[in-house]
């Protein structure tokens, strides 16, 4: 049974808090409505509305290749990719669910395309896996607070049985442990009312992550959401404990000790718009210099940043989110790299706990070219 070694996990960060930027990636059916990975919450979209969208689903333009060039050019080190997110909707080719992308017109194991698309461009391999599961027919509706059927008593969950869902979540798990090779992220999403730690049967389940592969990266979600820190943080690390803290959507304006002021491991998840999955009409983009001064930031007080692009239906980044990172003409992905090159050394070797003004002032000065 794993259990927490302050010595092994210390070893098994040091790339990570090297690494400082990585690329978050949302897609799936939600890509094909266009309003938001939520967007089955929101609107109450009961899921016969919502079943066809797989008809449509055919990744037509997905490359994984040119998404593994584009971050790496831009001085990330990391990418984590959805996997299934809360419609239950999953992107690789699970024997649990007929509910997965190769029953689309896509046919094929898209997980599989990616981790070995990153892997080719020597970027550290991340997935993302949703605890809850809004397709599941043992997951809590009727009451449940973010469930699409919340508000409607006739699907009740009277004969529904969690343990039945909390067993298929983890076959599912396993699956994408056992079936990709080495996975170094993997990026739990989220607890929050009573469900959260045993609920999920999360010392079992981290057990087996830990097993199957050794050295693995997780975060905090089985205890927390991104507005909490968890039992490591408390100096009381469950064997499910986060191996990082997840705020989101914003910095910590000190960066994170824990509560004897120890320097805690923490990266902030940022979107460049308003929504982390595709949403058509939100044209809301954070200007770079806004994301440079966070990334900056962040690195500057300890932490890591993870930039978010959702992706369009057929699979291919949208051209606001790509200047953000790809402005070659204008210097960005060189700039963008020497520079994340330049911070990392100077963290090593100073340590810094706040950005001091010098720092930013040069930094900030070389990414003025891209305006």
Known sequence: MYQFNRKEYEERMKWYQDARFG???????????????????????????????????????????????????????YVVLTAKHHDGFCLFDSKYTDYKVTNTPAGRDLIKEYVEALREEGLKVGLYFTLLDWHHPDYP?????????????????????????????????????????????????????????????????????????????IDNRLEVSGEGRGSLYECDPTPYHGDF?????????EGICDKEGNPMVWEACFTMNNNWGYCANDHYYKPASMLIKKLVECVSKG?????????????????EASRSWRKSDAGWIRTMTVSMDALRQQISRNRITDVSPEMETSIMSIFMIIH
């Open 23 to 77: 690329m978050f990636i949302h897609w799936g059916l939600y890509s094909i409505p266009a309003r938001g990975e939520w967007v089955r919450s929101t609107e109450e979209m009961p899921e016969e509305e919502y079943l066809p969208f797989m008809k449509e689903f055919d990744a037509r333009d997905y490359n994984p290749k040119q998404w593994a060039k584009e971050a790496k050019a831009a001085g990330m080190k």
């Open 141 to 217: 509706h009727y009451g449940d607070r973010i469930h699409p059927m919340r508000n409607h008593p006739e699907c009740s969950n009277e004969n529904r049985d969690f343990s039945r869902y909390i067993e298929y979540m983890y076959n599912q798990v396993e699956e994408v442990c056992t079936n990709y090779g080495k996975i170094d992220i993997m990026w739990f999403d989220f607890s929050y009312d009573d469900m959260r730690g045993e609920k999920w049967g999360a010392t079992r389940l981290i057990d087996m992550v830990r097993r199957l592969q050794p050295g693995i990266i």
């Open 245 to 253: 803290i997840s705020p989101e959507q914003i910095i910590p304006p």
């Open 303 to 319: 932490g890591n940043m993870i930039l978010n692009v959702g992706p369009h239906a057929k699979g291919k980044f949208r051209k």
